[in-house]
């Protein structure tokens, strides 16, 4: 059975997300801060974490990121009272794969968290599908309704990050550490280049399209 951790400090919403996620058929284990979550963490695995942005002790925008510079890819979705862009969009450069604002519809809160668990399989499975185009991680390879063939490994792993999280926004410099490493001595300059190219090959591709977030990164939407 699937596993959930919810981290929110208001005890009332946290027994009423359980509640509603047991009902669905998670099991599920509630803490009230993000130091409690991480000490549970510890001691036990966790399929997708909920979490709430202010909390005492160490907030949600502090947890997730700790998360991620460990290397812990665990999907998180971020439930809060703040709604603005700002907001939002620190909670995304965290590191959180998807974003709700209270108050929260409990029926939509269960279809996101079943869309992130089968999102989290399929990066497993190191296969992604967008429409009618498949992503092979093993072999470099993309498969569209029309054609297959195998990209450049750079490019192929750029689209591949995105297309794991279409509408996630990732920073250049989030793209180019991950796909070319902390230590390289490559500029974010490189990055665009790449998409450039991503942009070219797949401007026809009726399944998605690539994004410019003016003065942060890019992101992948599906059409």
């Known amino acids: 059975m699937l596993k959930i951790l919810i981290a929110e400090d208001d005890r009332e919403l946290r ?30 695995y966790f399929d997708l974490i909920i ?20 290397g812990n890819n665990t999907p998180v979705l971020m439930i809060t009272a703040k709604d603005a862009f700002d907001d939002m969009r620190t909670g995304f450069l965290s590191g959180t794969d998807d974003y709700m604002v209270k108050p929260v519809n409990v029926n939509e809160m269960v279809l996101r968290v079943g869309a992130l668990l089968r999102r989290a399989q ?35 792993m750029l689209l591949y990050k995105m297309a794991s999280y279409p509408g996630k926004i990732f920073t250049r410099q989030q793209l180019m550490d991950e796909i070319w490493g902390y230590d390289s001595s490559s500029e974010t300059h490189t990055v665009d280049v790449h998409i450039g190219r991503l942009r070219d090959r797949f401007r026809d591709n009726p399944d998605f399209k690539i994004v410019t977030i003016r003065g942060i990164g890019y992101k992948v939407v599906k059409t």
């Not at 669905?24 to 001691?43: F, H, I, P, W």
């Not at 909390?55 to 700790?66: C, E, K, Q, S």
């Not at 185009?133 to 750079?154: G, H, I, M, R, W």
Request: hydrophobic share 40%; net charge negative; aromatic share 8%.
């Open 15 to 44: 027994q009423l997300f359980s509640h509603v996620l047991i009902k669905n058929g998670y099991t599920v284990k509630g803490v009230s801060n993000g130091q409690e979550a991480l000490d549970a963490m510890d001691s036990d």
């Open 51 to 70: 979490s709430d942005i202010m909390m005492p002790v160490m907030d949600g925008y502090a947890f997730v990121r700790l998360l991620r510079e460990a």
């Open 122 to 156: 399929m990066i497993n499975d190191r296969r992604q599908v967008i429409g009618n185009t498949t992503l092979e991680c093993d072999s470099l390879t993309v498969t569209t309704a029309e054609d297959s063939f195998v990209l450049p490994q750079k490019e192929f």
